[in-house]
């Protein structure tokens, strides 16, 4: 199989890489804004899984692009399948913080790493383009998206014990 001829359906004429990755991390970035009170912590990484992956893309044969695009999809469409609701965020849309560094220092204000993460790419997402990425950010600070976690007992627990 040449691994070497792409689709057009994922460009690959961008410096940083397929067009695809961007798009998949942006589709999670928005629908975490709607759906990340289903599995706060796992709808997470239907967004910074392609993130990350963006962030390598540079060292990968060309060869390997495509097939790095095609598994993350794959992935963040199962995860989206698993762990979204069926129902939209029933709440008030969070409020957006007035500039990027505010929404950085809310981030690190909650100290867990996974919103920390996800306002990040939530952050590129908004500089390349998607002007939700800043709403996305706050609605992963909210407190009560992660009350909801198998984990929060444990999270609780280690952080009264300060470990």
């Known amino acids: 199989m040449d ?6 359906s994922v460009a690959v004429q961008r410096r940083r890489g397929p067009v695809g990755a961007g798009r998949t991390r942006d589709a999670g970035v928005t629908r975490y804004l709607s759906h990340g009170h289903g599995s706060a912590i796992l709808l997470v990484h239907a967004a910074t899984a392609p993130s990350a992956a963006m962030l390598v893309l540079d060292v990968l044969p060309k060869h390997l692009w495509l097939p790095t695009h095609t598994a993350l999809w794959h992935v963040c469409a199962a995860i989206t399948a698993r762990f979204s609701p069926a129902q ?3 709440g008030p849309v969070a409020k957006s913080a007035e500039s990027a560094e505010a929404a950085g220092l809310r981030a690190l204000e909650n100290g867990d790493e996974h919103i920390i993460k996800f306002t990040e790419t939530a952050l590129r997402a908004e500089r390349r ?3 939700t990425g800043r709403a ?3 609605h992963a600070c909210r407190s009560s998206l992660w009350t909801t976690e198998p984990v929060a007992p444990v999270r609780a627990f280690v952080r009264a014990s300060g470990r």
């Open 3 to 8: 691994h070497g001829h792409h689709s057009t």
């Open 136 to 138: 996305a950010a706050a």
């Open 129 to 131: 383009g998607l002007p």
């Open 88 to 90: 939209t965020w029933p």
